[in-house]
């Protein structure tokens, strides 16, 4: 089962930016926060993910609390094209073993308006 | 990153005939995996291939009804066997690599394959 929860959905207007948050309380020290997002009729892609700092890339930052319980996605300046369905992840760090295979929940369908 | 081309994008099958699909990554990859995902649902893993043995399966999946192949770093089938309407749904491939320094480990998908069952 997937260790994180989501909102269902959000909607977010274009420009502006879109926060997506995710609770994962039962997070173990060894994990890491993954976040994908999957756009209508293609393959999840990979956005970020983080340990315990805060991390950003030209996509997007991920703001994990002290005690890693929960998180934030930022998207800063949101775009018709990053409507998507996000999903949270928490894995291990294990490059070859099924511990950090990539379980996914139901993520946040996110909404970009004009 | 690696870039990962599945075949088909797409098929219409008759029931109780086998449909294979196939994953192709342009590099060498760490681990590869199928995943299906059903109609408005969420991504759930069917098995990772691994190089030259058997695949392993999730609970729920079995070998007879999904048997994979990995004769390669770099290419892998999927088979659908003895379809049903059940079985229509989206398949992914995924492919594992090391990221690019930060100890993390960055997993990219193909485009999917649809297959429709009837």
């Known amino acids: 089962d997937a260790k994180t929860t989501q909102p269902p959905s959000m909607d977010c207007a274009e420009g502006r930016a879109a926060n997506l948050p995710c609770n994962h309380s039962?997070?173990?020290?060894?994990?890491?926060v993954y976040w994908y997002r999957q756009i209508h009729s293609q393959g999840p892609q990979y956005i970020i993910h983080g340990l315990k700092n805060n991390e950003t890339n030209e996509m997007a930052s991920l703001i994990i609390t002290e005690d890693r319980k929960s998180s934030t996605l930022i998207l800063p300046h949101a775009t018709l094209r990053d409507t998507a369905v996000y999903y949270c992840?928490?894995?291990?760090?294990?490059?070859?073993?099924?511990?950090?295979?990539?379980?996914f929940g139901k993520g946040t369908k996110l909404s970009v308006k004009p | 990153s690696a870039v990962i081309s599945q075949k088909p994008s797409r098929d219409i099958c008759q029931r109780g005939t086998s449909l294979t699909i196939q994953c192709q990554v342009d590099?060498?990859?760490?681990?590869m995996f199928w995943y299906r995902q059903q109609p408005g649902q969420s991504l759930t893993l069917i098995a990772t291939?691994?190089?030259?043995?058997?695949?392993?399966?999730e609970s729920g999946f079995v070998i007879d009804k999904f048997p994979i192949s990995r004769p390669n770093l770099t290419f892998s089938t999927l088979t659908v066997s003895n379809l049903s309407p059940e079985d229509s749904s989206i398949y992914l491939c995924?492919?594992?690599?090391?990221?690019?320094?930060?100890?993390?480990?960055?997993?990219?998908f193909g485009q999917g394959t649809r297959l429709t069952v009837v």
């Open positions: 291939a691994n190089q030259g043995s058997e695949a392993t399966y």
């Open positions: 039962t997070i173990s020290g060894n994990e890491y």
């Open positions: 590099s060498q990859v760490t681990m």
């Open positions: 992840i928490v894995r291990v760090m294990n490059y070859g073993g099924s511990q950090g295979n990539l379980i």
């Open positions: 995924s492919a594992r690599t090391r990221d690019r320094g930060k100890g993390g480990l960055e997993a990219f």
